[in-house]
């Protein structure tokens, strides 16, 4: 059974920073591409960076693109989100995702087929 699980959430001052956790099983870890997104209450679930299976492509949302950095550790399988300099509209529940492919469509949910629960960052001002 496929299990995505984010962990490394919390409350950080504007400015800090906050490093995500998900952990994958093997199986995903090894050939899949792998997404972190975020969801704001009352909000679509967007995009906020991708990387594939070898971990030598990386793709961001521009909104992000100089401050987070996503990486993954394929003898702990295990994908990281970095994020700096965080700003109060950063708060959200941020997911891993795994998708089969690498291709443009990797910037929306349509081709994620498995999630995690989400883990909650809350940047105060």
């Known amino acids: 059974q496929v299990q995505l699980a984010e962990s490394g959430g919390g409350l950080v001052q504007t400015g800090g920073s906050l490093r995500l956790s998900c952990a994958a099983s093997?199986?995903?870890?090894?050939?899949?591409?792998m997404g972190w997104f975020r969801q704001a209450p009352g909000k679509d679930r967007d995009f906020v960076a991708a990387?594939?299976?070898?971990?030598?492509?990386?793709y961001y949302a521009e909104s992000v693109k100089g401050r987070f950095t996503i990486s993954k550790d394929s003898a702990k399988n295990a994908l990281y989100l970095q994020m700096d300099s965080l700003k109060p509209e950063d708060t959200a529940v941020y997911y891993c995702?795994?998708?089969?492919?690498?291709?443009?469509?990797?910037?929306?949910?349509?081709?994620?087929?498995?999630w995690g629960q989400g883990t909650q960052v809350t940047v105060s001002s």
């Open positions: 995702g795994a998708a089969p492919d690498w291709s443009i469509e990797v910037v929306t949910t349509t081709p994620y087929k498995y």
């Open positions: 990387i594939n299976w070898s971990g030598d492509r990386q």
């Open positions: 093997i199986r995903i870890f090894t050939s899949y591409t």
